[in-house]
């Protein structure tokens, strides 16, 4: 699976539409566990993303700097600096390959260093250890991103504001692990190749 700046501009155009259409949604996942403002700071962050990349930047390398300065700059709590160290990675790896899985192994890589989180631990991590793989085989699909997202409800965390909560975190997805799953729905729905 290659990824071309103009399949990333396009990814991004869907992740954004995706994240507007479930902000309530992804507000109220907060709620539960969180500070309730989860889908409000990604639409924030997205208007700033899509803001960036007009005009269309001319490398893909410039394309992912771009969004993940967006990202940083404009998304509050965890989401900002993970969403942004996602996007820095894929863009430190794309001056080396426009590889869709290696870019994304690479933005898998640098949240869990970020962030400090492992599978297991109730956050978008959840999502990324799962469906990184697949990517890079070819094998992922709408189904698998719902079910690695799904696999959060029953975790306790470990991470974040959740983690204060204990084994009451049980039965509630994880926010990031539902915006990841969008975030990675939007890439599938592009149809890198």
Request: proline content about 3%; aromatic content about 4%; charged content about 20%.
């Amino acid at each position: 699976m290659k990824l071309t700046v103009e399949k990333d501009v396009q990814w991004m155009t869907n992740f954004a539409q995706l994240i507007t259409a479930h902000k309530q949604e992804l507000n109220d996942l907060d709620d539960a566990i969180g500070d309730g403002d989860h889908g409000s700071n990604m639409v924030r962050g997205m208007d700033a993303v899509m803001a960036a990349l007009e005009p269309s930047p001319v490398t893909l390398t410039e394309a992912l700097k771009k969004t993940a300065m967006a990202l940083i700059s404009k998304v509050g709590g965890a989401a900002g600096p993970l969403y942004g160290t996602a996007f820095l990675e894929m863009a430190k790896k794309s001056a080396v390959t426009n590889d869709a899985g290696e870019l994304l192994a690479a933005a898998a890589a640098g949240v869990m260093k970020r962030g400090g989180a492992h599978p297991g631990d109730k956050t978008m991590v959840d999502v990324w250890q799962v469906v990184v793989p697949q990517i890079q085989d070819d094998t992922f699909t709408e189904e698998a991103i719902q079910t690695a997202v799904e696999h959060t409800r029953d975790l306790v965390a470990h991470k974040g504001r959740a983690s204060y909560l204990g084994e009451r975190a049980k039965g509630h997805l994880d926010p990031g692990a539902v915006s990841t799953g969008y975030l990675l729905t939007a890439l599938l729905d592009v149809g890198v190749e």
